[in-house]
């Protein structure tokens, strides 16, 4: 993937890059049922096709505008892959968005078409489904966020290390009924691993209802979440730190027995030195191949780096 991203400009002021394997120490064969977009500030695009990288210019696209997203798909028997794929290349064909309404809106009707495309007989328990992570970056304004799914995005400084997500997955439907409260929650999403999931893009979601699949997406907000998760709404515009580095990644990365003491390592990992996104991205995937935490479940890994160049940097790109 390194010659590919390679050719990608994200203009002067963001510094970003991404990899993806099928997993720390799979087996081969194993199927890569992760995806990844990268659309640059030129509209260079990069996703994986056939569990390659794959580079297309797109037409029309404007100038300053950047889109990641990393997804994770769901389903088995290649349907995960295919199903990550096809939101992959849809994706390449949406236009920029201004606002979360309009990222809102193109992406929920984006996931009721390709629910019928591969759901044509109505019967739920045979669709596959992907997570989808998206951050939108608008020149000289906030990124937007759209999320569904149990991939994450994280917030990465010398301090600490902060999921800016919300899981959808059982934790959060009991905790929406008011039946976990915050420790309860964080303990059993970032603290343990389980490999359940209650809502996927195409899949639909069981937010609500956890004995029935519905079509639709549940948007999770102020509106629904508990208190303390007020502030991690799935569709939102936010503001990045230029001390941070953040992190879109798929939860191969943290599917192990501890993964709160794994990921509190990323600090000193990723942050130290304040190295760029690509130095970043290659000790990440250099440490769970080399130093894994344990019990790590054979997984596809796949993340994006995003940091802001401090201003004199960036007058040094241009």
């Known amino acids: 993937m390194k010659p590919a991203l390679d050719s990608l400009d994200f203009g002067p002021r963001l510094d970003i890059w991404a990899n993806s394997l099928t997993g720390a120490h799979a087996p081969l064969p194993f199927e890569n049922q992760d995806n990844l977009l990268l659309i640059d500030a030129h509209g260079r695009a990069l996703m994986l096709r056939d569990q390659r990288a794959l580079l297309q210019q797109l037409p029309d696209w404007p100038a300053g505008h950047v889109r990641l997203a990393v997804l994770d798909g769901l389903g088995g028997h290649g349907r995960g892959r295919e199903a990550a794929e096809a939101v992959a290349a849809a994706l390449l064909s949406m236009p920029a968005c201004a606002s979360v309404g309009e990222l809102s ?136 730190r230029s001390d941070a580095l953040y992190l879109l990644a798929t939860d191969g990365f943290w599917a192990c027995a501890e993964p709160y003491d794994w990921v509190a390592r990323w600090p000193e990992l990723l942050c130290d030195g304040a190295p760029s996104a690509r130095a970043a991205i290659g000790a990440l995937f250099n440490e769970i191949a080399q130093r894994a935490p344990d019990d790590l479940h054979i997984d596809n890994i796949t993340a994006i780096a995003l940091r802001l160049r401090p201003f004199h940097a960036a007058q040094a790109v241009t």
């Open 105 to 240: 809106t193109r992406l929920d009707a984006l996931h009721t078409g390709l629910q019928h495309h591969f759901d044509p007989t109505g019967d739920a328990t045979k669709r596959p489904g992907t997570t989808l992570t998206l951050l939108e970056l608008r020149p000289g304004k906030a990124p937007l966020l759209y999320h569904v799914g149990d991939s994450r995005l994280y917030e990465v400084t010398e301090a600490q290390v902060t999921p800016l997500t919300v899981d959808h997955v059982p934790a959060t439907a009991f905790a929406l009924g008011g039946l976990l409260d915050e420790a309860e929650w964080w303990q059993q999403v970032h603290g343990e691993h389980r490999s359940q999931i209650s809502q996927a893009f195409i899949l639909g979601n069981a937010l609500l209802n956890p004995g029935a699949l519905s079509d639709p997406l549940l948007e999770l907000s102020a509106v629904n979440l508990p208190p303390f998760l007020y502030h991690l709404g799935d569709r939102r515009a936010f503001e990045l």
